[in-house]
């Protein structure tokens, strides 16, 4: 049966790497419907480079190849502020032989759902099982995977306290942001791979730079031409400039008071304090020293998803380190706030077993 699950797999996967493709191009345009920071090239990116990942030997390296012995019914809660968000998890899921309970987000239900049910109609086994209503389906589940705002993530939490699901059984994720660390040696092919780490998905993603630290002399209008050349392949959405609009207009009129700043409607970028601002709006903090900013590294830890550099992590943070243009393109076995998905849903058991 696995093997007939994974052969299934593939073939829908060969199928929708061709853009083409019939099923995929409905989705996409379903797609764009439902969440409006979507926009047809980050819609194509996203797709072609998870799919890309998606071969029988890197699936094997990331799971293992061992079916777990006690299946378990697993639900999965996605985010909707990337296109096709939480496959990898729905993917490991099923793929280690646990039985899945999806809740896909209403911003992004149409990718996964055709995906998935394209998958089905070559394996009318697979069990998944697509979830409308949540407490119920709490008190049915053995583990629960959830990713969302911090707030999401306490409410989830209370939730499946009630439903007698015990803290170990939960792997839940919440708001977290991508920082960049430029050297003087940044060349321009590096402050482009930058512009897309910052403005890929209009920074709404968890591994989205919002914050780069520059030495004192590097110009910042570096980055922001390699932010127009950004632009030229990726559009800005009609909801990113309708949100980032009131912030523009704030930032051109402060700008004698504000220190140095560049905007178009697409795009913020300014200097300042080392703060995360909002999707698209990118602080740009000078450092003295490198020490500076291991200091501010070490204490912002536990909100990092992802640390951009050229330079060689130091101990204790390789897992977090990427080179410039990685941020949003994380390896199938990278593990989102530290934690290890598939030995999550190695170690998980029914609940029934359990207490037997």
């Given at each position: 049966?696995?093997?007939?699950?994974?052969?299934?797999?593939?073939?829908?996967?060969?199928?929708?790497?061709?853009?083409?493709?019939?099923?995929?191009?409905?989705?996409?345009?379903?797609?764009?419907?439902?969440?409006?920071?979507?926009?047809?090239?980050?819609?194509?990116?996203?797709?072609?480079?998870?799919?890309?990942?998606?071969?029988?030997?890197?699936?094997?390296?990331?799971?293992?190849?061992?079916?777990?012995?006690?299946?378990?019914?697993?639900?999965?809660?996605?985010?909707?502020?990337?296109?096709?968000?939480?496959?990898?998890?729905?993917?490991?899921?099923?793929?280690?032989?646990?039985?899945?309970?999806?809740?896909?987000?209403?911003?992004?239900?149409?990718?996964?759902?055709?995906?998935?049910?394209?998958?089905?109609?070559?394996?009318?086994?697979?069990?998944?099982?697509?979830?409308?209503?949540?407490?119920?389906?709490?008190?049915s589940v053995d583990g629960l995977i959830a990713s969302g705002s911090d707030q999401t993530a306490s409410w989830v939490r209370a939730l499946a306290r009630r439903a007698g699901l015990s803290p170990e059984r939960l792997l839940v994720r919440g708001h977290r942001f991508g920082v960049a660390w430029s050297t003087s040696d940044w060349d321009e092919a590096d402050f482009?791979?930058?512009?897309?780490?910052?403005?890929?998905?209009?920074?709404?993603?968890?591994?989205?730079?919002?914050?780069?630290?520059?030495?004192?002399?590097?110009?910042?209008?570096?980055?922001?031409?390699?932010?127009?050349?950004?632009?030229?392949?990726f559009p800005p959405s009609e909801a990113l400039l309708k949100e980032l609009r009131s912030e523009r207009a704030l930032y051109e009129a402060l700008r004698p008071w504000l220190g140095k700043s560049w905007s178009d409607p697409?795009?913020?970028?300014?200097?300042?304090?080392?703060?995360?601002?909002?999707?698209?709006?990118?602080?740009?903090?000078?450092?003295?020293?490198?020490?500076?900013?291991?200091?501010?590294?070490?204490?912002?830890?536990?909100?990092?998803?992802?640390?951009?550099?050229?330079?060689?992590?130091?101990?204790?943070?390789?897992?977090?380190?990427?080179?410039?243009?990685?941020?949003?393109?994380?390896?199938?076995?990278?593990?989102?706030?530290?934690?290890?998905?598939?030995?999550?849903?190695?170690?998980?058991?029914?609940?029934?077993?359990?207490?037997?």
């Amino acid at each position: 049966m696995s093997g007939a699950l994974w052969e299934a797999l593939l073939e829908t996967v060969r199928l929708w790497r061709n853009s083409s493709y019939p099923v995929r191009r409905a989705a996409e345009e379903a797609a764009l419907r439902e969440n409006p920071f979507f926009s047809p090239e980050t819609i194509r990116y996203r797709l072609d480079t998870r799919l890309h990942d998606l071969e029988l030997e890197a699936l094997r390296r990331w799971l293992g190849p061992e079916l777990v012995s006690d299946p378990a019914r697993v639900l999965l809660l996605h985010p909707g502020n990337l296109p096709m968000v939480g496959l990898e998890d729905l993917l490991a899921t099923l793929l280690v032989g646990h039985e899945a309970w999806s809740r896909p987000s209403r911003r992004d239900r149409a990718l996964l759902v055709a995906f998935c049910e394209d998958w089905r109609r070559r394996f009318p086994e697979l069990p998944l099982r697509w979830v409308e209503e949540l407490e119920p389906a709490m008190s049915s589940v053995d583990g629960l995977i959830a990713s969302g705002s911090d707030q999401t993530a306490s409410w989830v939490r209370a939730l499946a306290r009630r439903a007698g699901l015990s803290p170990e059984r939960l792997l839940v994720r919440g708001h977290r942001f991508g920082v960049a660390w430029s050297t003087s040696d940044w060349d321009e092919a590096d402050f482009l791979g930058l512009a897309h780490d910052v403005w890929l998905y209009e920074g709404h993603g968890c591994r989205s730079v919002s914050l780069v630290w520059a030495p004192a002399g590097l110009d910042p209008e570096r980055l922001w031409r390699a932010y127009a050349e950004f632009r030229r392949r990726f559009p800005p959405s009609e909801a990113l400039l309708k949100e980032l609009r009131s912030e523009r207009a704030l930032y051109e009129a402060l700008r004698p008071w504000l220190g140095k700043s560049w905007s178009d409607p697409g795009g913020v970028l300014s200097v300042g304090p080392p703060e995360p601002l909002r999707p698209g709006h990118l602080r740009w903090a000078v450092y003295e020293s490198p020490q500076e900013v291991l200091d501010w590294l070490e204490c912002h830890r536990s909100r990092l998803q992802v640390v951009i550099a050229r330079s060689e992590p130091p101990p204790g943070w390789e897992g977090l380190w990427a080179r410039p243009g990685e941020a949003q393109c994380p390896a199938l076995d990278w593990r989102p706030d530290g934690r290890d998905t598939v030995a999550f849903l190695r170690m998980l058991r029914p609940r029934a077993q359990q207490a037997a």
